[in-house]
């Protein structure tokens, strides 16, 4: 199994920033999709961003395109969310994902994936 660590949440004033890191343990990353979702309180899941295994292919949602960046060092089987001109909505637990040669349309659509991180906690103040 691909096991996944989380860390880099915190407490932010909105228009900081904050970078997420997502460490997988268990084998290399360089052939998994890797991706990031987040609940906010009474809130369902949502997706975030994801890289396809290439690294060929990102989509975003919507609410975090032109601020949030995902990126992948292969040789840390490593990747992150770099999280820029935050705002009090993206206020939410946050959780990496992978799967294993997926383009990362299982990520946008809500397709089963391999691996979750435990979650870390974005708090942004206003």
């Known amino acids: 199994q691909v096991r996944l660590v989380e860390s880099g949440g915190g407490l932010v004033q909105a228009g900081g920033s904050l970078r997420l890191s997502c460490a997988a343990s268990?084998?290399?990353?360089?052939?998994?999709?890797m991706g990031w979702f987040r609940q906010a309180p009474g809130k369902e899941r949502e997706f975030v961003a994801v890289?396809?295994?290439?690294?060929?292919?990102?989509y975003y949602a919507d609410s975090v395109k032109g601020r949030f960046t995902i990126s992948r060092d292969n040789a840390k089987n490593t990747f992150y969310l770099q999280m820029n001109s935050l705002k009090p909505e993206d206020t939410a637990v946050y959780y990496c994902?992978?799967?294993?040669?997926?383009?990362?349309?299982?990520?946008?659509?809500?397709?089963?994936?391999?691996?979750w991180g435990q979650g870390t906690l974005v708090t942004v103040s206003s």
């Open positions: 994902a992978a799967a294993f040669l997926s383009d990362g349309l299982a990520f946008v659509e809500g397709g089963a994936l391999d691996a």
């Open positions: 268990g084998r290399t990353f360089s052939s998994y999709a």
């Open positions: 890289m396809s295994w290439s690294g060929r292919n990102t």
